[in-house]
């Protein structure tokens, strides 16, 4: 059984970008800079934040991080969206996600400019990943394609089952496996909480995605023997034997499912890890201007 480290592999395409960045100054240019507005003070927000930031640092990026109250409106922020898009020397930014109920996070994902969209939610890179065009792929669905492919892990003619069908995961995910790509052409199958018999669907996966939100929801009689398993959830759970009272675990039973798979992600240290590396990965071509519209 081999364990897909994500933290490693994460190191290994920072050290990348950072000698790209070393170019990109040695040439008298800036560095491309990454902005990120956090509301509120949602504590696991605040750590995803704090992660790209520390992330933006290690790369060489420059970073700024606009914060804002929970009572912010929804007016003044979209009018951060805008002063965002207008900043030529902001190469992409990320509104942090939840907002606070009183906001339409759709009305703010779909006014940040789609080419500072690093975060790949806007509609038209989302459709525009479906076709097959260049495009911002979202940060999980492309650290999961990464770790694959930087793996060995073959994708053609495979199948994987998918259980979870979010915007920003499952979906995304399912629609970049089954396209005609290098990363692609495998038959997917979507499975969500209105699957009838999940067991037997997930039963006959060559690679598993658990991206669901349950804790140790994916048991050992869930996959087969020599399964892929890659486990997308972060639960925070109560462990009395640790000292913050807590830890994370994943949606599959990792210590019951290991023994059967041919490789299988931890959690930590699986695909959080490549979340924010391919953040990073987009704001560099972002700085490059790389994907044209
Ligand atoms: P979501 O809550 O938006 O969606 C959950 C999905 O699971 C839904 O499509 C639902 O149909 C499905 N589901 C729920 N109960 C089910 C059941 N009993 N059987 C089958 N399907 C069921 O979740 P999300 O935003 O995609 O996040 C999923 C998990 O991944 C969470 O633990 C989240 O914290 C984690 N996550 C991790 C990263 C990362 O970087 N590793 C990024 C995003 C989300």
């Known amino acids: 059984m081999v364990v897909l480290d994500g933290k490693a592999l994460s190191t290994t395409i920072k050290n990348e ?20 507005v956090l509301v509120g003070n949602n504590p696991a927000s605040e750590a995803y934040v704090g992660n790209k930031v520390r992330s933006c640092e290690q790369v ?13 409106t929804e007016d003044e922020l979209l009018a951060i969206v805008q002063d965002l898009n207008d900043d030529p020397e902001i190469d992409g930014f990320i509104v942090q996600l939840p907002l606070p109920d009183h906001i339409n996070e759709e009305k ?11 975060d790949g939610f806007h509609p038209l890179n989302f459709g525009r990943m479906a076709q097959g065009l260049p495009a911002y792929l979202p940060a999980t669905p492309q650290g999961v394609l990464l770790l694959l492919e930087r793996n ?11 259980v979870g069908r979010s915007n920003i995961v499952g979906t995304p995910l399912g629609i970049l496996l089954s396209r ?20 037997a669907e997930t039963r006959r996966a060559d690679i598993l995605v658990a991206a669901i939100g349950i804790p140790n929801f994916i048991s050992a009689d869930m996959v087969k023997e020599g399964v892929v ?14 000292k913050s009272g807590s830890r994370l675990v994943g949606d599959v039973d ?37 994907i044209r519209y």
Do not use: C, W
């Open 229 to 242: 398993v890659i486990d997308v959830g972060i639960n925070r759970i109560a462990d009395a034997s640790r």
């Open 108 to 118: 703010v994902t779909l006014a940040i400019n789609p080419k500072k969209d690093v």
């Open 254 to 290: 990792y210590d019951a499912v290991a023994p059967k798979a041919k490789a299988i992600t931890p959690v930590p240290g699986g695909v959080g890890p490549m979340t924010v590396t391919a953040l990073m990965l987009n704001t560099l071509k972002a700085r490059r201007k790389e």
């Open 17 to 36: 970008i950072r000698q790209e960045v070393d170019q990109i100054i040695a040439k008298g240019d800036r560095p491309p800079h990454l902005a990120a």
């Open 180 to 199: 005609k790509d290098k990363m692609g052409n495998a038959t997917v199958t979507m499975t969500h909480s209105r699957t009838r018999d999940l067991a």
């Open 152 to 162: 060995g892990i073959e994708t053609s003619g495979q199948h994987v089952v998918i």
């Open 60 to 72: 060489g990026f420059s970073s700024t991080l606009v914060r804002r109250p929970e009572s912010i």
